[in-house]
């Protein structure tokens, strides 16, 4: 590696470069945002979000869920950001993950050369009291000319720190948070920025490490870049390299399991629904919300996504962090959880961001965890049965903790309860509530029967016999041939896609090939699957919030079980096709304005592109037989 030393320039030449520099910004800035448009690295304690420009607009230190110290993707450069780009103009840039790992590489050609920022976090060691951020500029044609720009807010965009340069390291301090920032360049106070301009020519590198560390602790001791990135490439190759699938869908399957690996909390095990908050399901919306948590509901998804692909530890891991909050009173199983399994996520609003493209409220908290949701009783069942038969390591309290969750519905399945959708409504007795009720009795009595373990399992069958009989009776609309979204509603609801997934009817059942046929001609635009209609809808179906990538992966299995199998493949081709460059999803996609909505990037819909995946795997090598579905385990 050749060492590289700041440019030195005239006063007046400095002034030039830095006004054509913050003209570009602003410029930049200016444009509305994408969210498609955004790059992610992590650690799996944190994430950060980068843009196409190699600026870090989002940056959480040291959890994901702690307070962002770069924010601007919510508000302005002002709420904090970190670029690292050419100071002259850009003819073209590109960029890519470096193979099967999570290292981002940002590659600028200018009229003097070609350069790249590369981009990546160190995994953690278990008690590691410090979190790194490290980007490395390249030399690769031709000489360069660099410039860093850095502004740190804590308290996501709202806390300026107290900042200090010491030959030429920074060091931002406010309340517990410090950060210091090194690099193999001089490091400047401008205008509140830390700022360094800097040439690089081919073969040349320089480092930069940012570091978060407790502020009332000791400091921690600088980390070599080189060596770090070394290790963390090595790292995600030999975890990649264990991924059993085809190669045929190799490519997507593995960058959404390191997307998911990288959502992972190494310490907890809980795996967060997305590394961002606030990015908006509408455009111009205020369905802003914070995904940062751990959802109960994607349980089951998950299990089925890391053991299919042969990641046993990364289940077990998970299925652990799952038995310790359903652990204690199952009355009180919440459907969200903080990262270690905290219970109070209260919801809150911070006046001082303006939103992803104007869009507010930008929201901390979620208070969708105080909603009643009867459907995760159904999730947790099936995710510890499905564990069970894949031979996860045993649990003397696994079963003990099942019959309680047993006991539980056997009292309250009856009730009503908010939608699996978090809506903020009334609540209804919602059908696919009361099919997860059906589901956790049946996991329970097969349980019983294929392991020998102890349970009333006649009395289980007759409460199943009975909530099936409710749900065939109530949950389907006679007049409109179809299972609707909750008793005596005429609407249809994407989680209706699930019953055949389940086994609570075969996917050949005229009233599950009706309902599924009603879906995909009142549900869909183009291919792409809408959770429900919402009155903004009632016009046109693409009016309001985005289609939902999941449901389409759905719709994908269900296929797969009617033997449609061209139709199935190519609808998963068309969702495939609307991943970022990088091979990355957010919630959900709007077909008309060809864009990405919500968080990003989003495990429940990279959980559902895995699952598809295998599903078209193993129907291609059974043709003649369905793809599995959950009640063929």
């Known amino acids: 590696m050749k060492a590289v030393s700041g440019r030195r320039r005239s006063k007046r030449d400095r002034q030039v470069h830095v006004d054509n520099y913050i003209r570009r910004s602003l410029s930049m800035e200016a444009a509305a945002k994408r969210i498609e448009d ?104 031709g000489q360069v000319e660099m410039r860093s720009d850095a502004l740190f807010r804590f308290g996501y965009g709202d806390v300026t720190p107290l900042v200090r340069h010491d030959k030429g390291v920074m060091s931002a301090v406010a309340g517990p948070d410090g950060l ?81 690996k990288a959502l992972t909390d190494a310490e907890t095990g809980g795996i967060v629904g997305a590394a961002s908050c606030s990015l908006p399901e509408r455009i111009g919306g205020e369905a802003n919300w914070d995904y940062r948590y751990t959802w109960l509901r994607d349980a089951t998804f998950t299990l089925y996504a890391l053991l299919s692909s042969g990641y046993q530890q990364e289940a077990y891991t998970w299925r652990q962090w799952l038995l310790r909050v359903a652990a204690g009173e199952p009355g009180k199983l919440q459907p969200i959880y903080g990262i270690a399994g ?96 059906w589901v956790a009795i049946d996991r329970a009595i097969k349980g019983a029967e294929k392991f020998a373990l102890e349970g009333d399992v006649e009395r289980w069958k007759q409460l199943r016999q009975q909530i099936h009989d409710e749900v065939c009776d109530k949950g389907f609309n006679r007049e409109r041939n179809s299972f609707v979204q909750y008793y005596g509603s005429d609407a249809l609801d994407a989680s209706l896609l699930l019953l ?25 635009h183009d291919g792409f699957v809408y959770r429900f209609v919402t009155e903004p809808k009632e016009q046109h179906l693409t009016d309001g919030e985005g289609s939902f990538m999941v449901c389409g992966f759905w719709l994908v299995d269900d296929l797969l079980l009617l033997g449609r199998h061209d139709e199935a493949r190519a609808l998963f081709d068309q969702l495939l096709g609307v991943r970022n460059d990088l091979g990355l999803l957010s919630e959900e996609y709007h077909p008309i304005e060809q864009c990405l909505l919500g968080n990003f990037p989003q495990a429940f819909s990279h959980v559902g592109l895995i699952n598809s995946a295998h599903n078209l795997s193993r129907s291609r090598h059974q043709r003649k037989q369905p793809a599995r579905s959950r009640q063929q385990h």
């Open 180 to 260: 210091r920032l090194e690099a193999g360049v001089p490091l400047s106070d401008g205008a509140s920025r830390t700022q360094a301009i800097f040439s690089v020519a081919d073969g040349e590198r320089v480092p930069f490490v940012l570091t978060w560390y407790q502020s009332y602790g000791e400091v921690p001791p600088s980390r070599d870049a080189e060596q770090a990135l070394e290790s963390v490439e090595q790292w995600w190759r030999d975890w990649s390299a264990r991924c059993d699938v085809d190669d045929e869908f190799r490519e997507p399957v593995v960058r959404s399991l390191i997307t998911l």
């Open 38 to 141: 955004y790059g992610f690295i992590g650690n799996m304690r944190t994430a950060a979000l980068i843009n196409r420009d190699a600026v870090i607009e989002w940056l959480c230190l040291p959890r994901f869920d702690a307070d962002a110290c770069c924010a601007a993707l919510l508000g302005e450069r002002d709420n904090g950001y970190w670029q690292l780009m050419p100071t002259g103009s850009v003819v073209s840039q590109t960029r890519r993950y470096r193979g099967e790992t999570l290292v981002l590489e940002t590659e600028f050609e200018t009229d003097t050369g070609r350069v790249a920022v590369i981009d990546f976090m160190p995994l953690c060691q278990k008690g590691d009291a410090s979190v790194d951020v490290m980007r490395i500029v390249e030399g690769r044609a």
């Open 342 to 437: 905290e219970r109070r996520l209260f919801e809150h609003q911070l006046d001082w961001l303006s939103g992803f493209n104007g869009c507010r409220p930008v929201r901390i908290g979620n208070g969708a965890f105080q909603q009643v949701q009867l459907d995760i009783y159904g999730e947790v069942m099936d995710g510890l049965h499905f564990g069970r038969i894949h031979d996860l390591e045993p649990n003397e309290a696994l079963w003990s903790i099942q019959c309680q969750l047993v006991d539980y519905l056997e009292d309250h399945w009856h009730q009503k309860g908010s939608s699996l959708w978090e809506l903020r409504g009334p609540e209804e007795h919602y059908t696919y509530s009361k099919v997860m009720a």
């Open 500 to 524: 055949p997934l389940v086994g609570f009817l075969p996917a050949d059942d005229p009233r599950i090939i009706a309902t599924i046929e009603a879906i995909q001609r009142e549900l869909t």
